[in-house]
């Protein structure tokens, strides 16, 4: 018991109770749905299928100390961050791992596109195999076609481009407070990220109901449905203070890496 207090003492000292935390739901929307103009520019889903032409290294040794083929795995770059790491194969020279990227790329006509692959070496080094860099998006890799791009060491990655993936929903997480939602993060190109709700915000209010007078479920279930239902929110600064009108519109949420 005196342990069990303590513990309970130094919790409250340490930043008082924890609060639970809310994802609005999101829906995937089937492409049919999507026209054009709903799609923003420049934001592509990946799939990686695989890579060919995997020569022996320059070097002339085996890719491993064993003998064994090379074990690649694939960077994706835009504007120098890392996008996103594929999973390794093992000791294959034709590696197919026909995965896709978990969310939509962002790529503009300006960007920097970079497609690097590697070999496996150890878990905390890898070696060089070959790259692809250039502006924009691949010209070969249009929407609905499978890309064959030639890196700089003449293997060969195989990619497929479609159009992006759509969700219906928010686009917010949030925790539940007594005096409002805090908001902790928010998805750019969402109904809250258009609307311009910002992270450490509060939404104080959802439709006609203020939230501080709202149980836990509902204020977390209003929120999620408020853009469909066309409810409005009180948004205030994170002191609770300076409470502006927010509009959701009824557009799509795109997640992007």
């Known amino acids: 018991m005196r342990v069990l207090g303590f513990i309970l003492l130094l919790s409250i000292a340490l930043g008082g109770c924890a609060y639970r935390r809310h994802t609005t739901p999101l829906h995937p929307v089937p492409n049919v749905r999507v026209t054009s103009k709903d799609r923003p520019g420049g934001m592509y889903s990946l799939r990686l299928i695989g890579a060919e032409s995997l020569h022996t290294p320059k070097s002339g040794l085996a890719w491993d100390d064993d003998g064994t083929g090379p074990d690649p795995f694939v960077r994706l770059y835009v504007d120098d961050r890392l996008v996103w790491e594929s999973p390794v194969v093992q000791d294959s020279d034709r590696p197919q791992w026909d995965v896709a990227v978990p969310r939509n790329v962002e790529v503009g006509s300006s960007a920097m596109f970079r497609l690097e692959l590697w070999d496996r070496d150890t878990a905390v080094s890898a070696d060089p195999i070959g790259r692809i860099e250039r502006r924009g998006l691949p010209t070969s890799a249009a929407p ?18 479609g159009e992006p993936v759509a969700h219906k929903g928010v686009g917010l997480s949030v925790e539940l407070r007594s005096e409002g939602l805090k908001v902790l993060s928010v998805e750019t190109h969402s109904p809250a990220g258009r609307a311009g709700i910002r992270p450490g915000e509060l939404i104080v209010g959802i439709g006609t109901e203020r939230v501080a007078h709202m149980n836990d479920d509902d204020a977390a279930s209003e929120l999620s449905l408020a853009s469909d239902r066309g409810h409005k929110l009180m948004v205030a600064d994170s002191d609770g203070k300076n409470e502006r009108e927010v509009n959701l519109d009824k557009g799509f949420t795109w997640l992007t890496m």
């Not at 791009?149 to 481009?161: I, P």
């Open 144 to 161: 609905g076609a499978i890309a064959r791009l030639q890196l700089d060491s003449k293997a060969v990655l195989v990619l497929r481009v």
